[in-house]
């Protein structure tokens, strides 16, 4: 079994189970997922209003994302809760007699020896602090497995010598496998958004975006009693857009600014970014940073593929353009003035306004060594025997939407060579 399509699909669909609008399920998988049908009055406008322009309704598990659609989330419809890898995976085995978890534990390096000659190294084990602070020493009897993400996993193996020929120079730590693409091919979904004000008559959870006591109230009051309302939900996406009942700040002067009045909000991301970037760690006192986001450097390079910018700016125009004229949606929105019919603008809006998701991917690609890969197609690190990243890092190509049910995806393949590699 290999990375094509079909793996990639019986390991997605491993992972879950799919509860239908209807009630059916479908997978036997550990996530629960919760697909809902369109509710309110404007999520099917949306979804009308995207077919009028001629983008059929799609489906959202089908990987064919050429129109609207409800994708699901990652929810149990029996319990309203959030379904996630720690109730998931992990509570059902926390009493294998095989499993150890370490909470309030940081990695600090993994413990690599090369041997002499051109013999690949071996991870001997990972030097950790405890919760109690100390430093121990963790012993592998086979194998390592990074899944730190997309920023801690490159860091990691930098500061374990996993890296450019000048971490000695940067970091002052010996270089074990001289391998530069650690922490480069950085990618990251950039978005921008439209806001549209409704009319008055229109149903918003603008209030309780406001944090509006009243507003508030019955929301808890909803989700307390018959498990329904803004708290027991955090879909609002649907097509290739996200699409949201309520104000956001995109173009606010603070994140935090919520503005009076009723709104739909319409987020544009960019799926595949040429433009790429890097992380690479600034200082080698592993301790000291393993738990903040300092002692990286991050450098997004967002736009600077000039294409990304002039595709961000299209879908700007576009979606100015759908939304005011696609009908039913158009008949909900207060008068609206077209800001983007010149490209140059909408290019300026892109770039003082666009804001990276949190979606990063490629920095431990899996991919050819010498086209710029840091793991081979079973996820050990070039250059080692013993040592694997099974994580989000190791994505080559930024998924088209959010990233997170390919991990499991990738999680559930990975977990499957590293079973047979082991045998
Ligand atoms: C605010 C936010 C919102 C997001 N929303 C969405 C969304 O709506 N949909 C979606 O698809 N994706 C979303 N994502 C992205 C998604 O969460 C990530 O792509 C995904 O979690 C990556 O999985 P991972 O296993 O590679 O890394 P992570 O989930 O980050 O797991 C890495 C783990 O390693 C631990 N760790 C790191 N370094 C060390 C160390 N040195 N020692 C010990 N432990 C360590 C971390 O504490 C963490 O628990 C969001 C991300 C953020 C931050």
């Not at 390991?11 to 509710?39: I, Y």
């Not at 003035?337 to 899996?366: I, N, W």
């Not at 010498?370 to 890092?393: A, E, F, M, Q």
Request: glycine share 8%; proline share 6%.
């Amino acid at each position: 079994m290999g990375w094509d399509y079909a793996a990639y699909e019986k390991a997605l669909q491993k992972s879950f189970t799919l509860h239908k609008p209807d009630g059916v399920t479908e997978g036997n998988g550990p996530l629960q997922l919760t697909l809902h049908a369109a509710e309110s009055p404007l999520e099917k406008a949306w979804i009308e209003g995207l077919k009028s322009l001629g983008f059929p309704v799609t489906d959202p598990l089908s990987g064919r994302l050429g129109g609207p659609n409800i994708a699901p989330e990652s929810s149990d419809p029996r319990t309203k809760q959030r379904s996630g890898a720690a109730n998931a995976y992990l509570d059902p085995t926390r009493s294998r007699l095989n499993l150890t978890v370490r909470p309030e534990t940081t990695v600090t390096k993994v413990l690599l020896e090369k041997p002499s000659g051109d013999g690949k190294a071996v991870a001997k084990g990972v030097q950790i602090i405890a919760h109690d602070g100390s430093l121990q020493t963790v012993k592998a009897r086979k194998e390592v497995i990074i899944s730190a993400s997309a920023i801690k996993s490159p860091r990691l193996l930098e500061l374990s010598g996993v890296g450019g020929s000048e971490l000695r120079q940067r970091l002052g730590v010996d270089v074990i496998v001289d391998n530069p693409f650690v922490g480069e091919n950085l990618q990251n979904h950039l978005f921008i958004g439209l806001v549209f004000e409704v009319q008055d008559d229109v149903d918003t959870i603008d209030a309780f975006f406001r944090q509006e006591p009243d507003a508030v109230g019955a929301a808890l009051q909803d989700y307390d009693s018959k498990g329904i309302g803004p708290l027991s939900t955090s879909n609002m996406a649907l097509g290739n857009y996200v699409f949201g009942l309520a104000y956001a700040p995109f173009d606010a002067p603070s994140p935090n600014y919520r503005a009076p009045g009723k709104y739909v909000s319409v987020a544009i991301e960019l799926s595949h970014p040429l433009s790429r970037g890097s992380v690479h760690t600034t200082s080698a006192d592993g301790a000291k940073y393993a738990k903040t986001s300092e002692g990286v450097a991050i450098d997004f390079c967002y736009l600077s593929n000039p294409l990304d910018l002039d595709v961000l700016a299209r879908q700007v125009r576009f979606t100015e353009d759908a939304i005011t004229l696609a009908e039913p949606i158009a008949r909900y929105l207060k008068p609206y003035t077209k800001s983007f019919e010149d490209l140059d603008v909408a290019k300026e809006y892109v770039r003082r306004t666009g804001d990276g998701a949190y979606h990063y991917t490629g920095t431990c690609s899996m991919m050819p060594r010498d086209l710029g890969g840091v793991v081979d197609n079973r996820l050990r690190i070039y250059g080692t025997c013993n040592l694997r990243v099974l994580d989000v890092s190791i994505i080559l190509l930024a998924p088209t939407a959010n990233p997170q049910a390919v991990v499991y995806a990738v999680a559930e393949l990975g977990a499957s060579f590293i079973k047979e590699d082991l045998q």
